[in-house]
């Protein structure tokens, strides 16, 4: 199994940045994709982005594309999000999760597809 750790969250103000690293540790060898979801108060998980950690392709939610940057040291087992030109509408617990097999694009940012999740971690951004 892998355990997922978050951290570098915080408050910034509106048109600031956060990275948000996650921590691989364990079985790490055979993970397929990685991805970043968050969850608001009162609001259902919701996908952010994702990477396939073999091909490095990625796939963004539209809300924050142009605008985050997934990516990953694999060295260092560590999945990084870069947040730019942060909004109100972006504060939200960000949780990092992974799993092992591969799947369909549209179940890339499915919260389903995923078995293994960090604890999270709390991003502010004040207006």
């Known amino acids: 199994q892998v355990q997922l750790v978050e951290s570098g969250g915080g408050s910034v103000q509106a048109g600031g940045s956060l990275r948000l690293s996650c921590a691989a540790s364990?079985?790490?060898?055979?993970?397929?994709?990685m991805g970043w979801f968050r969850q608001a108060p009162g609001k259902e998980r919701e996908g952010v982005a994702c990477?396939?950690?073999?091909?490095?392709?990625?796939h963004y939610a539209d809300s924050v594309k142009g605008r985050f940057t997934i990516s990953q040291d694999n060295a260092k087992n560590t999945l990084y999000l870069q947040m730019n030109s942060l909004k109100p509408e972006d504060t939200a617990m960000y949780y990092c999760?992974?799993?092992?097999?591969?799947?369909?694009?549209?179940?890339?940012?499915?919260?389903?597809?995923?078995?293994?999740w960090g604890q999270g971690t709390q991003v502010t951004v004040s207006s």
């Open positions: 364990g079985y790490t060898y055979r993970l397929a994709r």
């Open positions: 990477i396939y950690t073999g091909a490095g392709s990625t």
């Open positions: 999760a992974a799993d092992y097999f591969g799947t369909a694009i549209q179940a890339l940012l499915a919260v389903t597809s995923y078995n293994y």
